[in-house]
């Protein structure tokens, strides 16, 4: 399947690059959270990485499989993993954000903060789990 990544993010009205493919390329980049409501994503699952799909500058830049996802609800800048009561601890988040690509913690926020409420997965590509 087609896991397609985007080159750059508004941050403070600026666009921002993201990095990812270096960053998947690198081993920094450990999972992606995607919505699925149709649950597509599951493990075995062969993963085409890549940017600019369905345009004429598609790239697949790796190939692996996903070996896991985890339900992930984000509200009110909380994140709650499998549908665990307790949100994750600040340092935690952190964390899930550098481990998701992101720069730091306020550029995970300036991604999410546009949705009231995300409910969605985390897909892996490595045994990293939460």
Known sequence: MILNFLKGFAVDGKRKPT???EKIKKGIKLHTIRWDEKGRWKEGNKIHFSTGARTGK????KEGKCTGTQQIEIRNRNVY???R???LTADKIEWLAINDGFDC???FWAWFD???????KLIHWTELRY
């Not at 546009?114 to 969605?120: A, D, E, L, P, R």
């Open 105 to 107: 913690i306020e550029d």
């Open 19 to 21: 990095n990812f493919e």
């Open 114 to 120: 546009q949705y009231s409420h995300f409910f969605g």
């Open 58 to 61: 598609y790239n697949c830049f």
């Open 85 to 87: 009561e307790l949100p």
């Open 81 to 83: 993993i499998e549908g």
